[in-house]
């Protein structure tokens, strides 16, 4: 059985122990910065950029999802954005991300949100198949745009 609650403080070295396994997965071992302190910051500091929470399957933590609100001016609605979802892989198959997603549409409506979106590396065809059997589309004319780093210094002219 998977039960998902939301995250505590103490849940914040578990919550980093999954974002270190899921960027292995991604192929981005290295590209990690966050540390406890700032994830401590970011989920539950004075000022929540974000919020978590965590999967536990037969009583164990299997997985986790990152999320916060953007908001469409064409709804005029806010919307919930997942960051992150993880399932450690002995959990894959047991129903943990579909337990993960169907919480985060049902906050998405409690919430009044006019979307519930995310981002999927273009190779993870499992996970693509995934989100397709959920209900989910591809918005496949859409691409992603980042500016970070040196090139985000030097867009702020700074």
Same mark, same amino acid.
């Given at each position: 059985?998977?039960?998902?609650r =939301? #995250?505590? =403080?103490?849940?914040? &070295?578990?919550?980093?122990?999954?974002v270190?396994?899921? #960027?292995e997965?991604?192929?981005? =071992?290295?590209?990690?910065h966050?540390?406890e302190?700032?994830?401590?910051e970011?989920?539950?500091?004075?000022? &929540?950029? @974000?919020e978590?929470?965590i #999967?536990?399957?037969?009583?164990? =933590?299997? %997985?986790?999802a990152?999320f916060?609100?953007?908001?469409s001016?064409?709804? %005029?609605?806010?919307?919930? /954005?997942?960051?992150? !979802? /993880?399932?450690? &892989?002995?959990?894959?198959?047991?129903?943990?991300?579909?337990?993960?997603?169907?919480?985060? @549409?049902?906050? @998405?409506l409690?919430r009044g949100?006019g979307r519930?979106? *995310?981002s999927?590396?273009d *190779?993870?065809?499992p996970?693509?198949?995934? /989100? +397709?059997?959920?209900?989910?589309?591809?918005?496949?004319? *859409?691409r992603?745009? +980042?500016?970070? @780093?040196?090139? !985000?210094?030097? !867009?702020?002219? +700074?």
């Amino acid at each position: 059985m998977t039960l998902v609650r =939301p #995250a505590l =403080p103490a849940d914040v &070295p578990l919550i980093l122990r999954f974002v270190r396994e899921l #960027a292995e997965f991604e192929r981005e =071992p290295d590209a990690v910065h966050a540390t406890e302190p700032m994830l401590e910051e970011a989920l539950f500091g004075d000022r &929540p950029a @974000a919020e978590a929470v965590i #999967a536990e399957h037969d009583g164990q =933590p299997a %997985g986790f999802a990152l999320f916060f609100h953007n908001f469409s001016t064409w709804t %005029g609605r806010r919307g919930l /954005y997942l960051e992150d !979802l /993880y399932v450690t &892989p002995d959990a894959r198959g047991a129903g943990v991300g579909t337990a993960l997603l169907r919480h985060l @549409a049902g906050l @998405a409506l409690d919430r009044g949100c006019g979307r519930f979106e *995310w981002s999927v590396l273009d *190779w993870n065809e499992p996970a693509i198949r995934f /989100y +397709r059997a959920m209900g989910a589309t591809g918005m496949d004319e *859409w691409r992603v745009q +980042r500016v970070a @780093a040196d090139a !985000l210094v030097e !867009l702020a002219g +700074r």
